[in-house]
């Protein structure tokens, strides 16, 4: 079963930018749908954006044009450049894979936190 441990949150101030990235334990991240959620306080865990293995990508309405996932299957990670953050954007940030053959995003990482001030 695949391990995910993201890094790279930490605290900036609107307009900032930040990159999250998201270890693999395996290299599995070119055949699973991979993707970012993120959850406020007090509020449900939303999906973000999401890289399919074909590569294509999709994002969350309140996120597109500021966000990009990316991946790098050579070093089994894969990112989330996030620029022009707002302070709604704070939040836990968490990466997920979900498997070929699979209906859910079954492996998540543990979360990395970004606040936006």
């Known amino acids: 079963h695949v391990q995910l441990v993201e890094s790279g949150g930490g605290s900036v101030e609107a307009g900032g930018s930040l990159r999250l990235s998201c270890a693999a334990s395996d290299n599995t991240i070119s055949s699973n749908w991979m993707a970012w959620f993120r959850q406020a306080p007090g509020k449900e865990r939303d999906w973000v954006a999401v890289?399919?293995?074909?590569?294509?990508?999709t994002y969350a309405a309140s996120v597109k044009g500021r966000f990009t996932i990316s991946r790098d299957t050579a070093k089994n990670t894969v990112y989330l450049q996030m620029n022009s953050l707002k302070p709604e954007d704070t939040a836990m940030y968490y990466c997920?894979?979900?498997?070929?053959?699979?209906?859910?995003?079954?492996?998540w990482g543990q979360g990395t936190q970004v606040t936006v001030s």
């Open positions: 997920a894979a979900r498997p070929k053959n699979t209906r859910d995003f079954g492996y």
């Open positions: 890289i399919f293995p074909g590569g294509t990508t």
